[in-house]
């Protein structure tokens, strides 16, 4: 989806936004906006929003919508997600949530260009698509998915690019959560800078 059609981030193709609890990461268990954006050329097997991965299925919405919808709701976050969120300008809609007084998070794997303004950023690198030198240092929170015990040797070689203060988290892929979760216990353990997050927002059955 180009940037005309866009209109330079004015209009986003937004799948769905939500207010709900995160379920992930650092700021697991805080009440959240989140704003879950179309479209996403990494491609994970195991990804739980493949229905996000097409941004012709989302006309875009003028981001004044997806904003006045954000505000209306009690959550001070604010989660842009997607899909991957860095294939469109997001200077737009950060500035306008800024602007309202919110917090903003972004979840990336941080594999195309940083764009707007954010408190918080979550990368979560992946092989088949690595994150570009910039989003490393951008990073205050760094969550690799561990599918199998060959994706530590990624975990560690992402972690030595990020910063000292940067935040390291471990997360079982879903799918094979009860066989890998063992592994990712005994890792941490004997790796304490590292901290596991599991999806705990599958666990109370919310989005």
Known sequence: MNNELLRGGELLPLVEDFYTIQGEGFHAGKPAYFIRLGGCDVGCSWCDAKYTWNPR??????????VERAVACAAQSIVITGGEPLLYPLEPLTAQLRERGLKIFLETSGSHPFSGEFDWVCLSP???????????????ELK?????????????????????????????????????L?????????????????QTHKFMHIP
């Open 182 to 198: 063992p592994a990712l216990v005994e890792y941490a353990k004997a790796n304490p800078r590292w901290n596991i997050s599991v």
């Open 144 to 180: 690799v998915i561990i599918g199998s015990v060959a994706d530590f040797e990624w975990a560690e070689q992402c972690a030595t690019k990020v910063s000292e203060e940067c935040m390291l988290f471990l997360q079982p892929e879903w799918s094979v959560y009860e066989e890998i």
């Open 126 to 140: 992946k092989t088949k698509q690595p994150p570009l030198t910039e989003a490393y240092g951008r990073a205050d």
């Open 57 to 66: 299925l989302y006309p875009p919405v003028e981001i004044g919508t997806i």
